[in-house]
């Protein structure tokens, strides 16, 4: 017999032996009910000591690794291993799962701990990059996310007393964290000269930010903030494991196995040995310690559990113990007591009593043990040893009986005979050995038959025979005792086996799946008297099958727990229970078996059980005991909802085809015509594969869905209200309970589920990223606030959502096979079921993940003949629809049948619209309300039954089948249909909307046509045959059958419709004589099928298209071909034009012409407007002709798939149009060029853009095109080549100085010019002042604060806040890298909150990530951090009008636009926004929801619906001649009025999305920044402008843009150029590109600037005055300028007219001289600003220019490896004195000495030499050298300086140095934009000093000022110049 069912009987977990102290640490706690919670393999085990109970977890599905408790110490948190690990949070009470966490780690979960009230949970991965994860656990959320560390992470805690923080330890480190927004920082903790740095492996927090750790020697470690301030040594002799906070203090254990107890400040109180103690052995070690109260719990690293009670602490109790670590493979049940013997590799052998739940016996012995057995009186016990060696041992007193070894290879398996006088061996050297027991175990004989190891043994009842299994899966026989093998299988026939352990054999065949031919089934055992086996696999699962199970793929039941392999399973001696023992996870589980009859009072078992068993979905013996599918079902299992193309994919799509078509686009194409087109009726409605999906809304209309839309139908004034915001299939339909709102569910790739309004039918939520292929049922829950969907997937994935916010409650994989119904329990919100294909399953939501149950069938009830389709539950009962067309309604439990309505012609009520196509159709949907059932046929049927009887059709469509014939009637607003559904119909398209008539074809059509006077009608065939029947009474007149093929299209010639002509798929055309009925004609030529046929006006000519995309001519009626050039095609006057070929339609075909047809076309009768579907379900309306490449058109979407045929009906008033698989008629009104209320539904857009932009601007493109570097990628600024200075070799010095030298002493390094004050080294530097604004590639940058009291704005990476009337500045120095973008929070409450972004590189979510701050400007406090997945940067940010939302742009490639709820940190939603650069996005200032993102060629209107986006492209064909340009800017005004302004100077403004004028040359240049003032709506724009008298760069509009007051900036420049434009009180704030920041009045137009600074760098040049707080800086933008750093200003600048290169005060501070970057230098005095001289002796760039102390020589260097000496005593001639000679490389750095007698250079080949002053001699004694005193120190090469070079400066160098004029400071400038504080001299390497960051990568230059009170730093990349205040140490 074949074990078809599983068996009914059921094990449930008892008990489990062990604990999980290996590899595993702080994992013992007591609950809040005093009772114990471990884990052991996959199992969490809650542990009552008072009753000795135990109860399981068991949600996780392999070995648990960590576990956290609740503070409330009620809920559990435990992580598992894994490929896919998750974590659960379960309730230890119940034993039930809370929450499920999942799909982030990998690998699996190493830590886990919650914060202090419980609401969150951080775990750590197993991953490569240990990574940290933040949860909100409730809602199942991930809240952030960081790489944790290079190695492995012990410990995790969060500081219970600062909120946000969290501390981790591990390999070599611990790191503290804090969490703002929804970004992870670290900071490493700083051992110091404290403590080793060595591995930490616990940790907890305490009060006063204090953190005491445990490390690996022993050690105590107490961190303070970050430092590390003490250790306690020596508090454990070896590693601390476990360090356990209480109220009382603190536990620590060790593996020296020391508990210690510690009070809160951490001074000792006790300690316990448990090495000691009364159960203690040598080697314990302790994994976790629990300290509560009087209590502490201990567990140890081999299995133990340990209670201690404080005051008896010398006598721990042990309360559990289990095998340690090592396989665990041998078990022997004793035959007549309950005990069962496990052995292991740890050695021990126990016996544990199974009544008892306990240990009884151990016994250790010298081997590792691999088998036992008991002989059957129950005296011996025989072990087998992994070495080949064999012991009994008495069971008694476990004393030693006999020990043999005869093997070298394991022994694997023995067994004694049933009457006790043998015992086989089975060895893994294949053979098996027979002893004798009475002859103290000599040997009797030997089985070699195998040639593989052994893996079963069984004997016969008789002790006779005995069968092995070995490792090849051969099962052979042998006698005994002498142990030959039996040859002749037919002795063996009868045999009796005592017990059935074998794994091969015909009575278990069933265990193995079908065609496996695997090993993966460890062990068996038979039951014989409950005819029901175990198996035991390698995949941790036991199974339980019916016995014997002869059919491969036998059904069972299976249980999980144990982790890997279960490596043996037994019944006990009465059956009574399973033991099942684990490989690695060495444990022993206890399960009991209740039998069948049992199981009928185990209704009421414990609720885990349900999760136990699970009705082995995986059977493979599936289908044999079902009854078969109804056919219908069987068909909807089988569709398909894949598609080719997605929708979602045609963007990508129409990229990768525009690169290729480059070329072809260069004609000006026409643009969309004016016409449009509006849904006005759909005939249809979706039953043939949906159920379900027709409702009443509470106002009586009815609603439904057919193709891509969701139709409101009203029934009483019959029009339709339609929903478009689909864009494939519409595939379920669910109503809320309470409100008018719909959700609806789509086909698609992530396929989307849109809740709509029926009353306004705009979108409120759209739900996706969850589903794949398509969304097939949906449901509300009885609140309304949740939906379940089910997904299409292959997991069939069902989703619970909070549809409000769009946020995904939970998600789990539904069946394998397709569920058809998804519903909410409405008296309990947590649950669902969901029905499919032979199952039905009962969910019940936690958190993330959904369990169910299998409820027990009470009964079934026979409702109808075949399938039931449809239920509808009532108050007092139920409604019910089935495949038999009778509705049934029930009473409240299926009891009895109250009344049936036969669905049939002669029930319809008199006045019903329609016909009904047949009786009884199969009914699909069914709803009641307002007196009335509402019913849904497979035959695409609406109909509404009366209670008393009478019913009424309401809406018909054509059933399942592609609809393709269509034709409009010559002059009455009818049409005919005909399809694959063999009907035949003619529809009323006048408001009475409803089919008039309707016959059954023999068979499919697929193409219709009237005659010329309306009486006829002919109709295709899909056999090949045509017939000609009545246009009113649809009865024959005529047949023909004369092709074999599809007859395709059918036409009727013009005028009196004399011909017909037939195309067929067999690529012919029969011309026919209507009055004759005689073929006349046939038409040859084509190559392929016959798509289309047109006749000409004058009934001569045909136009035919083939499926090859030929157009071909023939003559009529004749059929000759003709030749017709494709001009003169056009000038032919067609009677109709339905081609969709040649030179008048070219531009109707699509940039992806490849992957999709236009199937179909129809052209206006005034010619004009030309209308075409495709494959893709899009109906599109072109100007014709569409001459050239790429029309622009207007496109809808409604239908689903392929638009089969469109037709205008005959006054052109209405377009119908006939989707193929969604089976609707379509109709839609045409409303003419006049008739203009802009609707929605209209988009319209080219494939290609015009490639014209509006013009070229160069900072537009610059901005376009700019490259962002981080600072941790940044390279040399200078091209250095060689070796770098701590990496070369220092040669010995060849006169290594005696110790004691009469020499005079060392003369100072540096002379100082401070001698009289005791020299105090500086200790800090702080930043100051800031000259400097990024202007030049950023927007709408600066804003007022406080009433414009202040100004923000940023450059390089710090946010600067700025007084207007004292020029005192205060900084944001929280980015670690540049800021792009700056914006201010507007709303009231969020009062002085700023929002920055920065650039960073990947998205990885570590710390240089992109990231948005937000941070408040007055005190500076960060209060998030976002970080983003723009990878590159965030290039805009704008907050919403409550200032809760926060939106930003990344200059990702698809650059993504992202919305954010900044306080939680959490991101709503998030989508790409453009293939090209976005440059501004923000929020409309009075929304929440609707934002709008300009950038190259692309201006997009955005609205957030739950957490979707959706975004329309802005219509432009609202006006004359408008191109879509590159828009720069965007503003805002009242009634969704919206302004762009654009690159060539216009705004446009725009009304919702269309675009409605031009403001015509706003500006006459780019407007690069607008502004819109909340006040009263004034807008501010700013563009480039050269200032002339009426003109100005800065403009004031009123609301409208229609008049404007121009404001000139009196900068002097040539042509202003604004970036930022900002309104407060009656001033105007405004940045420029050249980083002026300057304040415009708006009553007198009065300019004052309040910020400076370089315009375009690098600023190479630096020099401070000798003795005043001045300096001069000198850039590329050949400027020189000089800065007061006490009045906080720029004193004056000097237009050079070349870029500026170095600049140098004389010693007295009365001349400046300048170096160029085209080789001149120029000499000025200071009082007048009058050039003294000027000079160009070099070619190249001059690199340094420095005066001689005495202000005698003037020494330049530059870049042609040369230092020129000029004597300035000799006058402003300037002639060259001499020059240095074999410089080696480009000159860096000069000093003089004190004297002026040398002079050092260092070099770009990182090599300093020394030369004479004037001579140009290069001295080479380095003793000589060593000797001088230098004036300055600015070089960066020298041993004085070894120790500036860092560690990482592959590619970044050391760019500049300054030593203080006290001369023990030095400060450098690096690539990587730090500026560091050293103390000179640092001859070591890597010397230490501290690091100030604000500068973008590349510091330039460095100086220090007169008497050492300021740094001055100057930027590459960013043209600032930071002033840093010097710190003194105090004296």
Sequence with gaps: ???????????????????????????????????????????????????????????????????????????????????????????????????????????????????????????????????????????????????????????????????????????????????????????RGVFGKTGDLQTILCLACARDELTY???????????????????????????????????????????????????????????????????????????????????????????????????????????????????????????????????????????WSLVDHALIARCNMEEPIRCAAVNVDGIHLALGMKDGSLTVLRVRDMTEVVHIKDRKEAIHELKYSPDGTYLAVGCNDSSVDIYGVAQRYKKFGECVGSLSFIT???????????????????????????????????????????????????????????????????????????????????????????????????????????????????WSHDYQWVISIGGADHSVFQWKFIPERKLKDALHIAPQESLADSNSDESDSDLSDVPELDSEIEQETQLTYRRQVYKEDLPHLKEQYKEKQKSGTSKRRERAPGNSIRLHFVHGYRGYDCRSNLFYTQTG??????????????????????????????????????????????????????????????????????????????????????????????????????????????????????IFVVKMNPYVPDKLMTAGIKHIKFWRRAGDVCIWRDIFLVKTVKAHDGPVFSMHALEKGFVTGGKDGVVALWDDSFERCLKTYAIKRAALAPGSKGLLLEDNPSIRAISLGHGHILVGTKNGEILEVDKSGPITLLVQGHMEGEVWGLATHPYLPICATVSDDKTLRIWDLSPSHCMLAVRKLKKGGRCCCFSPDGKALAVGLNDGSFLMANADTLEDLVSFHHRKDIISDIRFSPGSGKYLAVASHDSFIDIYNVMSSKRVGICKGATSYITHVDWDIRGKLLQVNTGAKEQLFFEAPRGKKQTIPSGEAEKIGWASWTSVLGLCCEGIWPVIGEVMDVTASC??????????????????????????????????????????????????????????????????????????????CDSEESDIDSEEDGGYDSDVTRENEIS???????????????????????????????PVSRAPPQPEKLQTNNVGKKKRPIEDLVLELVFGYRGRDCRNNVHYLNDGDDIIYHTASVGILHNVATGTQSFYQEHNDDILCLTVNQHPKFINIVATGQVGDSADMSATAPSVHVWDAVNKQTLSILRCYHSKGVCSVSFSATGKLLLSVGLDPEHTVTIWRWQEGAKIASRAGHNQRIFVAEFRPDSDSQFVSVGVKHVKFWTLAGRALLSKKGLLSALEDARMQTMLAVAFGANNLTFTGTVSGDVCVWKDHVLCRIVARAHNGPVFAMYTTLRDGLIVTGGKERPSKEGGAVKLWDQELRRCRAFRLETGQASDCVRSVCRGKGKILVGTRNAEIIEVGEKNAACNVLVNGHMDGPVWGLATHPSRDFFLSAAEDGTVRLWDIADRKMLNKVNLGHAARTVCYSPEGDMVAIGMKNGEFIILLVSSLKIWGKKRDRRCAIHDIRFSPDSRFLAVGSSENSVDFYDLTLGPTLNRISYCKDIPSFVLQMDFSADGRHLQ???????????????????????????????????????????????????????????????????????????????????????????????????????????????????????????????????
């Design 1 to 187: 017999m074949a074990a078809r069912s599983a068996p009914s009987c059921h094990l449930r977990l008892e008990w489990v032996y062990g604990y999980r102290g290996h590899q595993c640490r702080n994992n013992l706690y007591y609950t809040a009910a005093k009772e114990i919670v471990y884990f052991v393999a996959g199992v969490g085990v809650v542990y009552s000591p008072r009753e000795h109970r135990q109860k399981f977890y068991r949600g996780h599905s392999d070995d648990i690794i960590s576990l956290a408790l609740h503070p409330e110490r009620v809920l559990v948190a435990t992580g598992q291993v894994g490929k896919e690990p998750y974590i659960c949070i379960w309730d230890s009470y119940t034993v039930q799962t809370v929450s499920v966490l999942k799909d982030v780690h990998t690998h699996g979960v190493a830590c886990l701990a919650f914060d202090l009230d419980g609401q969150r949970l951080v775990s750590v991965g197993l991953d490569s990059k240990n990574a940290v994860c933040v949860w909100d656990w409730k809602r199942g959320k991930m809240l952030s996310m960081a790489p944790g560390h290079t190695d492995r992470i012990f410990d995790i805690s969060w500081d219970l007393y600062q909120p946000n923080k969290l501390v981790s330890c591990g390999v070599k480190h611990i790191k503290f964290w804090s969490l703002c927004g929804n970004a992870l920082t670290p900071k």
């Design 213 to 351: 750790s445990g490390a690996l020697n022993g050690d105590i470690y107490v961190w303070k903030g970050i430092n590390l301030i003490r250790t306690i040594q020596g508090a454990h002799t070896a590693g601390i494991f476990s360090m356990n906070a209480c109220e009382e203090g603190f536990a620590t254990g060790g593996r020296d196995g020391c508990i210690r107890l510690w009070d809160l400040t951490f001074k000792p109180i006790t300690v316990i040995d448990l090495r000691e103690a009364d159960q203690g052995y040598k080697g314990l070690s302790v994994r976790s310690v629990c300290w509560r109260g009087d209590h502490i719990l201990v567990g140890t690293q081999d299995s133990e559990i340990f209670e201690i009670v404080v005051h008896e602490r010398n006598r721990p109790f042990l309360i559990m113990q289990g095998h340690c670590e090592g396989e665990l493979w041998a078990l022997a049940i004793h035959p007549t007591k309950p005990l069962a013997v496990t052995g292991s590799d740890d050695r021990s052998v126990r016996i």
């Design 456 to 570: 079963h043994l069984d004997w016969s009842s008789d002790s006779r025979y005995l069968q092995t299994n070995d490792g090849n899966g051969k099962r052979l026989f042998y006698r005994m005792p002498g142990g030959k093998e039996v040859a002749n299988k037919e002795e063996i026939k009868g045999v009796h086996w005592a017990s059935w352990t074998c794994v091969s054999g015909l009575e278990v065949n069933g265990i193995w799946p079908k065609y496996s031919d695997v090993n993966d089934i460890n062990s068996v055992d038979g039951n014989y008297i409950g005819q029901v086996l175990v198996t035991a696999d390698d995949y941790g699962i036991v199974k339980l099958f019916r016995y014997p199970c002869l059919r491969k793929g036998a059904k069972f039941k299976k249980y999980i727990g144990h982790s890997a392999h279960v490596t043996n399973v037994r």
């Design 701 to 818: 209309e009815i609603v439904y869905h057919v193709a891509a839309v969701g139709v409101v139908y009203n029934r009483q004034q019959n029009t339709q209200r339609f929903y478009l915001g689909h864009d494939d299939d519409v595939l379920c339909l669910a109503v809320h309970p309470v409100r008018d709102l719909v959700a609806t569910g789509q086909v698609g790739r992530d396929p989307s589920i849109h809740i709509w309004d029926t009353e306004t039918t705009k979108p409120l939520s759209i739900l996706k990223g969850y589903h794949q292929y398509g969304v097939c049922a949906v449901d509300f829950s009885a609140d309304g606030r949740r939906l379940a969907s089910a997904g299409l997937d292959d997991g069939h994935t069902v989703v619970l959502w909070d549809w409000k916010r769009g946020e995904r409650l939970s998600v789990t994989r539904g069946s394998k096979d397709k």
């Design 1163 to 1240: 052209l206006t009768s005034d010619k004009t407007v030309l209308a075409t579907g495709d494959d893709l379900g899009f109906v599109k309306l072109f100007r014709y002709p569409a001459k050239g490449k790429f029309g622009k058109f207007k496109r809808y979407v409604a239908h689903s798939t392929h638009v089969t045929n469109v037709r205008w009906t005959y006054d052109d008033s209405m377009l119908v149009t006939l989707g193929g698989a969604d089976m609707s008629l379509m109709v839609w009104t045409n409303e003419m060029e006049g008739y203009r209320e802009k609707r929605p």
């Design 1268 to 1298: 962002y570097t981080i600072r941790a990628l940044s390279t040399n600024i200078r091209p250095m080549f060689g070796i770098k200075p701590h990496l070369q070799q220092k040669e010995p010095s060849t006169d290594e100085r005696p």
């Design 1801 to 1931: 250079v260092s070099t770009g080949c990182y090599k300093r030499h020394v030369y004479e002053v004037p001579s140009g001699k290069h001295l080479m004694d380095q003793a000589a050298i060593d000797r001088i005193t230098w004036a300055t120190w600015t070089s960066i090469l020298g041993d004085e300086v070894m120790g500036i070079w860092s560690r990482h400066a592959e590619k970044a160098d050391v760019s500049c140095a300054c030593v203080s004029h006290s001369g023990i400071s030095l400060v450098t400038g690096d690539d990587f934009g730090m500026v560091k504080l050293f103390d000179f001299p640092c001859p070591e390497k890597f010397a230490k000093h501290k690091r100030f960051l604000g500068h973008s990568p590349h510091v330039t230059n460095i100086r220090f000022t007169s008497g050492d009170r300021h740094v001055i730093s100057a930027g590459g990349d960013d043209c600032s110049l930071f002033v840093w205040k010097c710190v003194h140490m105090p004296h």
